[in-house]
């Protein structure tokens, strides 16, 4: 039996708002935009990556999306196609990539939506599918807010295969909460980054799933971004923390290109994830969250030359 | 009443339409390889911006600096590369500006004599590496919030590296601080040759101010053998 995975059953949906009254929350959208410090790696002006969101599908004629959409499939055999009537994959899709700066995190890339979740957020198979529908495409980090399931050989496989081609893969953690014991597969697999979410005060969010190999934290809680149909709503989960890190590795990969770097494969980018994060709750590497957060000041230090060797 | 406001709209719409001047103290500006070159506008302007024109020529982000309309760029081999500049109040420029860095051997087009030779291009700081050394693993929030003092980027824009790197990383270019010395920032220069470095001020402790960053570059002492840290 092909393993089952979905959105985690706790999502937590916040209220809607539509187009003409999101201008009145300006600075407000993504809070993490901010306490994060994503500006430091915007002004670097990197030439925007392609990148890959595989969810529910998209709204891909949303205001925050229409412009830097390149391409959508499904591979759940959904009447409806790529589109998104759930809401779940127009709303990480915006938190990735929307063209406005206050929802998309490296905002205005380009990307590519593989519908690997169905309408009612669940799927299997079609999620291997999407992921390398995506990399076909051009995608080089692919953003995935789903989880839950058995092990799949088969399926660590396929993600080594994405390892090495150099896709960096992002994953969300599961909001199965802090006694769990442990996160959801397959983000908690070596193989890829694990996320967990994290509230405005960079304390643990409630609901984020305990567990020993969580790689990096992001911000979880009160999310606004986009809605299908149009204007926007605001989400919790590990779901939302998971596209704002996938943004943020992209922009930080396209820094590296744009600095003739060399881009780290999978238990590089762990490592680099590890240095390059900010403490927060327990000291050290914690179970609820990780290293810490991802932290764009440090991951901006990276990109300096190194001084040549000591002279002996 | 209503004369006076359309008066106004009508001047901003004039304005918009004719952008601001914007010169440069010379266009072709000469370097060495590695070298750090300040570019200078001079332009009533709101904004300058900067684009390379030649792969290989690098372009600090402008609205890093204290003073967004300049830059500072440089590369790493001799040749000659092309940029543009240009400038505006609203969100549309003027005509830009090209400037032509000659790097080391590299040809220049011939330009026009510098009309003000009394103002020739800047000299740029000899660059140091600010190599900021902390502890394994993940950052304190007292670390990051010290690296991210807007001070080191006037470091940065004087030509100076800083780096962030960990104890086992740092150990990995030749520098060992002691841990109980960490945070610390030890100081390196570049040899003549562009192939090592020297210590030129052992591990001090990392500031947590803007002024102890500013005071970094001052006061340094002579090159310190390896190991002098």
Not at chain 1, 139 to 153: D, I, K, P, T, Y
Not at chain 2, 207 to 227: I, R
Request: hydrophobic content about 35%; glycine content about 14%; charged content about 20%.
């Amino acid at each position: 039996m092909e393993p089952i995975h979905g959105i985690p059953p706790d999502l937590i949906r916040g209220p809607v708002l539509g187009p003409g009254d999101f201008l009145a929350m300006a600075g407000e959208a993504n809070w993490g935009m901010d306490v994060f410090g994503v500006a430091s790696l915007r002004s670097l002006n990197p030439d925007p990556i392609t990148v890959g969101i595989i969810d529910t599908g998209v709204d891909d004629t949303h205001s925050v999306l229409a412009a830097n959409f390149k391409g959508a499939k499904d591979f759940t055999g959904s009447s409806r196609g790529y589109r998104d009537v759930n809401g779940h994959g127009t709303h990480c899709s915006g938190t990735v990539c929307g063209t406005d700066p206050q929802i998309g995190v490296a905002a205005g890339f380009p990307f590519v939506h593989g519908k690997g979740l169905g309408d009612g957020g669940s799927g299997g198979n079609s999620l291997i599918d999407a992921m390398w529908y995506c990399i076909e495409q051009g995608a080089e980090v692919l953003s995935n807010s789903w989880g839950g399931g058995g092990r799949s050989a088969t399926w660590e496989a396929e993600f080594q295969k994405m390892n090495d081609r150099g896709v960096w893969l992002i994953f969300a953690g599961g909001n199965s909460g802090p006694n769990t014991g442990d996160t959801d597969w397959p983000g908690r697999s070596e193989k890829l980054i694990n996320v967990a979410a994290l509230n405005r005060d960079l304390s643990p969010a409630s609901f984020s799933s305990a567990g020993d190999k969580i790689d990096t934290s992001g911000p979880g809680v009160g999310i606004w971004s986009a809605r299908p149909g149009g204007g926007f709503q605001q989400m919790s989960g590990t779901s939302m923390a998971t596209p704002f890190v996938a943004g943020l590795l992209a922009l930080y990969r396209a820094c590296l290109k744009k600095a003739g770097l060399p881009i780290p494969k999978g238990p590089e980018l762990r490592s680099l994830l590890f240095n390059r994060s900010t403490d927060t709750h327990t000291p050290g590497d914690d179970r609820r969250t990780g290293p810490g957060w991802v932290t764009p000041l440090l991951l901006t230090l990276t990109l300096t030359p190194d001084p040549p060797p000591i002279r002996g | 009443m209503r004369t006076a406001i359309l008066s106004l709209l009508l001047a901003a719409g004039v304005a918009a339409a004719d952008p601001p001047p914007l010169t440069f103290p010379a266009t072709t500006v000469k370097a060495q390889k590695g070298e750090f070159v300040v570019l200078r506008a001079e332009t009533p302007g709101k904004w300058v911006r900067y684009k390379s024109l030649t792969p290989g020529l690098s372009v600090f982000p402008s609205s890093e600096l204290k003073n967004p309309k300049n830059t500072v760029v440089t590369a790493p081999a001799d040749g000659t590369y092309r940029m543009l500049a240009w400038t505006g109040n609203a969100e549309e420029g003027g005509d830009p500006v090209e400037i032509t860095i000659v790097v080391g051997g590299g040809k220049a087009d011939p330009d026009p004599e510098d009309p003000d030779p009394k103002d020739p291009p800047p000299v740029p700081t000899k660059s140091l590496y600010f190599l900021v050394v902390r502890p394994d693993g993940p950052a304190s929030p007292a670390f990051t919030r010290a690296m991210g003092l807007p001070e080191w980027a006037n470091l940065r824009a004087a030509g100076h590296f800083v780096k962030d790197r960990t104890a086992t990383e740092a150990a990995g270019l030749g520098v060992v601080v002691p841990a109980s010395a960490l945070p610390a920032v030890v100081t390196l220069r570049e040899a003549a040759d562009g192939k090592t470095s020297s210590v030129v001020r052992p591990a001090v402790p990392l500031p947590m101010t803007g002024a102890g960053v500013l005071d970094l570059p001052k006061d340094l002492p002579k090159d310190l053998p390896k190991g002098v840290n």
